[in-house]
C-alpha cells in the first residue's frame, strides 16, 4: 500500500525558515518524480514544487521560486520542502504526491504551516 | 499560465442522479507528445485529493465507473452517472500539460 506521510509543520513567524519532509513506502521511491502542492485554508490547490527520480532536476511555479527548495534522499525514501523567508500567504496545508504518468495519483494526509507574527 | 475555469461552482443533485462537471481552459492542453494532461480530483470533506481521471477519460484504478471524463483541446467534461452519497466533495481539475501546472477553482458537489 502506498503511504506518504508529512512532518514538520507548524507556526513559524513571518521571515523565518521551516523544513517538511515526507516518508514515502508501498513503492519504489527512486522510479517516480514527486511534488508538493498546497491548500490555504478554505481555499483550492496550488502546485509548489516538483522534482525529478533522481533528484536532478526541479521545478517551481513563480510564487515560491528563490524561496523553496525541494529535495530528497531515495536511500532514506523521503522528500522534503525547504520553505525560506515565509509569507502569511504561505499558510496552508502542505500534500506530498506522487507522480507517476498518470498524474498525481497519491497525495498524503498533509501538514499544516501557519505563518504568523 | 493556464488558467481553468470550472462551473458550476456548486451542484446539488439527488441521489440517481446524473451530473456534470465543465473545465475550460485558456490555452490547449494538447502536448507535444499527443496527450492531453487534464485530470480530475475529488477532495471529500477532511481528506486529500484524490485521483479520479487522468489524461481527461482514463478511470483511475479503484474508482466506480459512474465517473467519466470527455473533451478535448481546452474543453472538458467530469460526469456522474447516477450520484451516490460517496461523491460528495470538492471536484478538480488539473492540467499538467503547461509549466506552472494549474487547478480549477473547484466545484462543490452536494447531496440533496
Known amino acids: 500500500e502506498v503511504q506518504l506521510v508529512e512532518t514538520g509543520g507548524g507556526l513559524v513567524q513571518p521571515g523565518r525558515s521551516l523544513k517538511l519532509s515526507c516518508v514515502a513506502s508501498?513503492?519504489?521511491?527512486?522510479?517516480?518524480?514527486m511534488s508538493w502542492t498546497r491548500q490555504a485554508p478554505g481555499k483550492g490547490l496550488e502546485w509548489v514544487a516538483s522534482i525529478t527520480n533522481s533528484g536532478g532536476s526541479t521545478y517551481y511555479p513563480d510564487s515560491v521560486k528563490g524561496r523553496f527548495t525541494i529535495s530528497r534522499d531515495n536511500a532514506q525514501n523521503t522528500l522534503y520542502l525547504q520553505m525560506n523567508s515565509l509569507r502569511s500567504e504561505d499558510t496552508a496545508t502542505y500534500y506530498c504526491t506522487r507522480w507517476s504518468i498518470r498524474g498525481f495519483d497519491y497525495w498524503g494526509q498533509g501538514v499544516m504551516v501557519t505563518v504568523s507574527s | 499560465d493556464v488558467v481553468l475555469t470550472q462551473t458550476p461552482p456548486t451542484l446539488s443533485a439527488t441521489i440517481g442522479q446524473s451530473v456534470s462537471i465543465s473545465c475550460r481552459s485558456s490555452?490547449?492542453?494538447?502536448?507535444?507528445?499527443?496527450?492531453?494532461?487534464l485530470n480530475w480530483l475529488l477532495q471529500r470533506p477532511g481528506q486529500s485529493p484524490q485521483l479520479l481521471i487522468y489524461s481527461v477519460s482514463n478511470l483511475e484504478s479503484g474508482v466506480p465507473n459512474r465517473f467519466s471524463g470527455s473533451g478535448s483541446e481546452t474543453d472538458f467534461t467530469l460526469k456522474i452517472s447516477g450520484v451516490e452519497a460517496e461523491d460528495l466533495g470538492v471536484y478538480y481539475c488539473m492540467q499538467a500539460t503547461h509549466a506552472p501546472f494549474t487547478f480549477g477553482s473547484g466545484t462543490k458537489l452536494e447531496i440533496k
Open positions: 508501498g513503492f519504489t521511491f527512486n522510479n517516480y518524480w
Open positions: 490555452q490547449s492542453l494538447l502536448d507535444s507528445d499527443g496527450d492531453t494532461y
